[in-house]
């Protein structure tokens, strides 16, 4: 079992930046795969990026792809999402989640795949 509590979120201005946080609970937080997505009101949980166990191996979203970056810091049982350039399309609420399986480039975009899923933050961004 692993819970998993985002922070980081915000207001900000298009073009502005913001960085993600989330903290999971545990010893095996290396273990596993992590992903951020995020959702609008009345649609789909959308995938927006994801990292592998030890951080070498990322996935990105194309709408998010050169301004998003996703890390990673076990030590501190914390994965991240930097995002830049900030637009009004990226306003969601913004989740993460663990997968136990091993990384698969095809596998973490897909949100069945999770395992435990964090409670979200808001990003709001204004045109």
């Known amino acids: 079992q692993v819970q998993l509590v985002e922070s980081g979120g915000g207001l900000v201005q298009a073009g502005g930046s913001l960085r993600l946080s989330c903290s999971a609970s545990g010893r095996t937080f290396s273990s596993y795969t992590m992903g951020w997505f995020r959702q609008v009101p009345e649609k789909e949980r959308e995938f927006v990026a994801a990292i592998s166990r030890g951080g070498s191996s990322t996935t990105y979203a194309d709408s998010v792809k050169g301004r998003f970056t996703i890390s990673r810091d076990n030590a501190k049982n914390t994965v991240y999402l930097q995002m830049n350039s900030l637009k009004p399309e990226d306003t969601a609420h913004y989740y993460c989640?663990?997968?136990?399986?091993?990384?698969?480039?095809?596998?973490?975009?897909?949100?069945?795949?999770?395992?435990?899923w964090g409670q979200g933050t808001q990003v709001t961004v204004s045109s």
């Open positions: 989640a663990a997968d136990l399986a091993a990384y698969g480039s095809s596998r973490v975009i897909r949100e069945y795949v999770y395992d435990y």
